[in-house]
């Protein structure tokens, strides 16, 4: 199998202000990671598109694309206490929402896997305002994409970031041909994800405290997916990758390491064997435990789908 690699450079240039965790760090070191002889053999990489107006619009009204596109071309500032952009964090929101869309497609195309290192982050992004690092839903605009493209018409959304996908939530939850399941340390940032926020019955939040055995994590996690895939079978799986629920995260208290990211994969192609999987970063703010998040999640994304677990 092949693993596809789509982002931009763009998305590097995007800065929250000094000091800020969700930083061009990061990018750099996914980038280092792909760039390693083992890996780089066996993926493909793509450059994202910009995503169109159309496709932003999808989900998003006029007027909050358009006070993010203003104040990043105007040279910057602040959209909320945690949320601030620079002069290219237009392109490179436009990047991140592209990789997604066109990773719904290059999945379609070829049923092979698809990984999009982007940022900005997406799932915290809400209909009409940015908040917790995020501009734009980039995975709920790659469902939306693949749904008015007709490449699937049932997609699970599966957000293992730490905190909770409220936007990604937001934007899906009165769509019942998109399930959407949420593992996130409770009480935590941003404060949703209840298990009885159902959206039409097709939401599961799976909250939990954080200082527990990484395998509690894990189980709790898989049982939320195989609720979500009774009686649901979905062409294509999304997934919101944070990597801030690993153990030492510095904005979180979850215990993860990078291997329970392989564990959750093999379950995931397991319970949902007919569709490709798009995966896009999210969080993770420690850069060590991200370059070894993501590794794992390219090997096993990698792997023949048949791998027992
Ligand atoms: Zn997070």
Redesign the pocket.
Known sequence: MTVHIITHEDCIAHEGGPGHPERPDRLRTVDQLLGDTELSARIVRHEAPEARRDQLERLHPAAHIGRVRDLSLAGGGALDPDTSVNGKSWDAALRAVGAGTQAVHLAAQTGENVFAPVRP?G?HAEIGRAM?FCLFGNIALAAAEARAEGLAEEILIIDW???HGNGTQNLVENEPAIRFVSLHQWPLYPGTGRETERGVGNIWNVPRPGGRPPEEYVSALKTGIDAALEGFEPQMVLISA?Y?AMLGDP??GFTLEAEHYGDLLRHIRGQAPQGPIVAML???YHLGNLRRGVQVTLEALDSPPDTPS
């Open positions: 982050p799932h917790g970031d730490v905190h944070g801030d904005l979180a999210e969080g993770g």
